[in-house]
T-cell receptor
Framework: EAQVTQNPRYLITVTGKKLTVTCSQN?????MSWYRQDPGLGLRQIYY???????DKGDVPEGYKVSRKEKRNFPLILESPSPNQTSLYFC???????????FGEGSRLTVL | KNEVEQSPQNLTAQEGEFITINCSYS?????LHWLQQHPGGGIVSLFM???GKKKHGRLIATINIQEKHSSLHITASHPRDSAVYIC????????????FGAGTRLTVKP
């Protein structure tokens, strides 16, 4: 089954404790991307990747890092989380940048 | 700053009604996506458009590149269509900067 898998789905953490949200797709998609969704602000793109070892900043990259060492994985790293990073995070993938987007189920992160 | 505007913000319809949701954007784009987000939070891609019109079942999406405008139509609406509909655009032709509309919350009553 074609899918994008995010982990963890839910996480409560404390300020400054490094965390990684993993994203994996099994469709051999070149394009992967991370978004956050906040009430009143909607969805915003954090980082995206066109292929292995190719990443670029989206609309709100501050406080986040990503890596794309393998085609299937695109982890989102919060080196020092802060409460303003409390949000619902989505990962998505597609064939290059103009194909149908496949979204993960979302990861709800709370930073205390 | 690139902008994506959706209207209406909220829409309530009776079952069977024809629904139109609009999306306007400010500069040239390479593609536009229509997404559906159900109350549980999951997001599903409905359409990806770069020109013209696409149809899938009761859903129709159109885009007018010159007018920088896209519409999503739902024919014979049903309560299961109740969701938030979001348009997302890829600005420019050599980048992948994606911006989103604020979403349209659709409620279809039986």
């Amino acid at each position: 089954e074609a899918q994008v898998t995010q982990n963890p789905r839910y996480l409560i953490t404390v300020t400054g404790k490094k965390l990684t949200v993993t994203c994996s797709q099994n469709m051999n998609h070149e394009y992967m991307s991370w978004y956050r969704q906040d009430p009143g602000l909607g969805l915003r793109q954090i980082y995206y990747s066109m292929n292995v070892e190719v990443t670029d900043k989206g609309d709100v990259p501050e406080g986040y890092k990503v890596s794309r060492k393998e085609k299937r994985n695109f982890p989102l790293i919060l080196e020092s989380p802060s409460p303003n990073q409390t949000s619902l995070y989505f990962c998505a993938s597609s064939r290059l940048n103009t194909g149908e987007l496949f979204f993960g189920e979302g990861s709800r992160l709370t930073v205390l | 700053k690139n902008e994506v505007e959706q209207s209406p913000q909220n829409l309530t319809a009776q079952e069977g009604e024809f629904i139109t949701i609009n999306c306007s954007y400010s500069v040239g784009i390479s593609a536009l996506h229509w997404l559906q987000q159900h109350p549980g939070g999951g997001i599903v891609s409905l359409f990806m458009l770069s020109s013209g019109k696409k149809k899938h079942g009761r859903l129709i999406a159109t885009i007018n590149i010159q007018e920088k405008h896209s519409s999503l139509h739902i024919t014979a609406s049903h309560p299961r269509d109740s969701a938030v509909y979001i348009c997302a655009v890829l600005f420019g032709y050599n980048n992948n900067d994606m911006r989103f509309g604020a979403g349209t919350r659709l409620t279809v009553k039986p």
